[in-house]
């Protein structure tokens, strides 16, 4: 079945330090859209970045991930870590048709905490 | 806009009780999801409805589970005769379908099952 990998269970940076979450996946179609969600302590999940473009950088809010279909990846980075960043982070792949919306399946979440 | 609603925000039961979880989607959203958040395992798919019809139950473990959909305004999740291992975040998310790709999700459910 389609699955989502994010290696770093926990990870703890320094402020100013640049970010990097892994994110890979697994599904045998074509059409996959992935996803981060960030969760922060006492707020909802929401939309961080989204792609389903292959090979194109996508920006939102300082963070960036780009889409790599021959690697399934979709890596999450930001170039200088702020305390505001400390959050859960979660990688998501959906299976769109026709660009509606349809169940995510995400990884297991990356909790980050950034320290000063 | 008030965003996705859940009630309660709190819910603590004993073991064997019943649980019942309530959901109101973001009005003019066609599509409601249930995930499960737990530290052990993330954020787990249950189920979903797309205009009040179930689309999608495969996350939903088999015995004691069940949600409906009755209207377009409120979804509900129950459990029959909880376990400590139903303890987790319940959280329910809508959409627009056809409108866009982004689910919202709400606040959550916190469930202990004692």
């Known amino acids: 079945g389609d699955s989502v990998t994010q290696k770093e269970g926990l990870v703890t940076l320094t402020e100013g330090l640049p970010v990097m979450l892994n994110c890979t996946y697994q599904t045998i179609y074509s059409n996959a859209f992935l996803f981060w969600y960030v969760h922060y302590l006492n707020e909802s999940p929401r939309l961080l970045l989204k792609?389903?473009?292959?090979?194109k950088r996508t920006e939102h809010q300082g963070f960036h991930a780009t889409l790599h279909k021959s690697s399934s990846s979709f890596h999450l980075q930001k170039s200088s870590a702020q305390l505001s960043d400390s959050a859960l982070y979660y990688c998501?792949?959906?299976?769109?048709?026709?660009?509606?919306?349809?169940?995510?399946?995400f990884g297991k979440g990356a909790k980050l905490t950034v320290s000063p | 806009n008030a965003g996705v609603i859940q009630t309660p925000r709190h819910k603590v039961t004993g073991k064997g009780q019943e649980a019942t979880l309530w959901c109101e989607p973001i009005s003019g959203h066609s599509a409601v999801f249930w995930y499960r958040q737990t530290i052990v395992q993330g954020l787990e798919f249950l189920t979903y409805f797309r205009n009040q019809a179930p689309i999608d139950d495969s996350g939903m473990p088999k015995e004691r589970f069940s949600a409906q959909m009755p209207n377009q305004s409120h979804s509900t999740l129950k459990i029959q005769s909880t376990q400590p291992q139903d303890s987790a975040v319940y959280l329910c998310a809508s959409l627009n379908w056809g409108g866009e790709d982004e689910q919202y999700f709400g606040p959550g459910t916190r469930l202990t099952v004692l």
């Open positions: 792609s389903s473009t292959d090979n």
């Open positions: 998501a792949l959906s299976l769109m048709q026709q660009g509606t919306g349809s169940k995510l399946s």
